[in-house]
């Protein structure tokens, strides 16, 4: 198996040196060694298995959520996940969230399975419902890490007018609040989507904070990281422009920085998702390049101002979809993504590489 190996230097110049490893890319950029291992295969059955996250528990479980159906979009699909006891190299049997049977009447049915840890250890998972031109997310807990599972419960700020809600990335507590990015339509007519956050303090009643602010944006929302000096970065994708947004907040998701487009050459729409590496302070972007084929990862340095491309991490002649990742160690990363034969088809597989630094 080919694997490149690039060598950027101080002026910004990349060498490329062919190297022949079995099924491992590696590269050196600004000091550091990385490495992609081998893809796996996660989930791979007749069932159309999109939309994976991936979460690390505090006891050290891995567990890697998706939805699984007939199609892309199909209303027919259930909210299922699988766990893993050794950072990732292998998983369990598929457990069952929400089987999405009361949602079937829907256009497109169960999006988007996440699942989070509160910082008392229970578990929180969130999904969305696409009835498009109106969409609705739900969460629910289980109090005894995954076994059984508490009523589903909607996400949603009765004083502000939001026909649709959905969400795609992880929430996180901070000072006693929850806070949860989403995106939102407030309009049947137009195809505006705004993306935001939703914040509770007791999951119960729910607020909702406007980041994009563009008439004519068309966003969703992406990823949303919180840090000791309650400084919270927000990244999310406008389809319309096919470009990747950044924007700040001081005051836990009250209000936020003007967006900034962040995007770099090559990026391409398609719910992105961040590792970060505070030993380094580096954050590695996943993302799909070209229209269907091609997974890529690129590094920031600046806490997302900057990107760049690093190396495509998969083509074939299948679909690269949606992808995730987390830190499983200090410097290793699991990444998990989606591939499909074609939009509406089945046979769609989760699979998994793992990404890891060293200093030179």
Do not use: C
Not at 93 to 113: A, M, P, S, V
Not at 194 to 222: C, F, H, P, Q
Not at 267 to 296: C, H, W
Not at 332 to 338: A, E, G, V
Request: hydrophobic share 35%; glycine share 8%.
């Amino acid at each position: 198996m080919e694997v490149v190996q690039l060598k950027i230097n101080k002026k910004g110049k990349i060498g490329l040196i062919l190297i022949f490893l079995w099924h491992t890319l590696v590269f050196t950029q600004n000091g550091t060694t990385i490495a992609l291992d081998k893809e796996q295969i996660i989930t791979s059955d007749n069932y159309h298995n999109s939309f994976p996250s991936v979460v690390k528990l505090e006891e050290g479980q891995v567990l890697v959520s998706y939805r699984k159906g007939k199609g892309h979009l199909s209303p027919v699909a259930s909210a299922v996940y699988k766990t893993s006891n050794d950072n990732g190299k292998s998983f369990q049997n598929e457990l069952i969230i929400e089987n999405g049977n009361d949602f079937i009447n829907t256009k497109h049915g169960i999006r988007n399975l996440i699942i989070n840890e509160l910082n008392d250890g229970r578990l929180l998972a969130t999904f969305w419902i696409n009835d498009y031109p109106k969409g609705n997310t739900y969460y629910k807990i289980s109090e005894d890490q995954g076994l059984t599972w508490g009523e589903r419960k909607e996400v949603l700020d009765k004083n502000t007018i939001t026909n649709f809600i959905g969400v795609e990335g992880r929430m996180i507590e901070i000072n006693g609040d929850y806070i949860l990015p989403v995106f939102v339509k407030k309009s049947l007519i137009s195809n505006n989507m705004y993306a935001g956050v939703m914040i509770s303090r007791d999951l119960v009643n729910w607020t909702y904070y406007e980041v994009s602010r563009k008439i004519s944006d068309n966003n969703e929302s992406v990823i949303l990281f919180g840090n000791n000096h309650w400084q919270l970065l927000y990244f999310y994708r406008n389809v319309t422009e096919n470009a990747l947004y950044r924007s700040e907040s001081h005051d836990l998701g009250r209000t936020w920085s003007n967006p900034e487009n962040v995007s770099f050459p090559g990026y391409v729409q398609s719910r992105p998702d961040i590792a970060f590496y505070p030993d380094n302070n580096q954050m590695y972007l996943l993302y799909r390049e070209g229209k269907y084929q091609t997974g890529t990862i690129a590094v920031s340095h600046d806490k997302g101002l900057t990107w760049k491309r690093l190396t495509g991490i998969y083509k074939d002649s299948t679909r690269f979809t949606y992808g995730g990742m987390v830190n499983v160690k200090r410097n290793k990363s699991i990444l998990i993504y989606s591939t499909e034969t074609h939009l509406n088809g089945v046979n769609s597989t989760i699979k998994n590489r793992f990404l890891r630094l060293k200093k030179d």
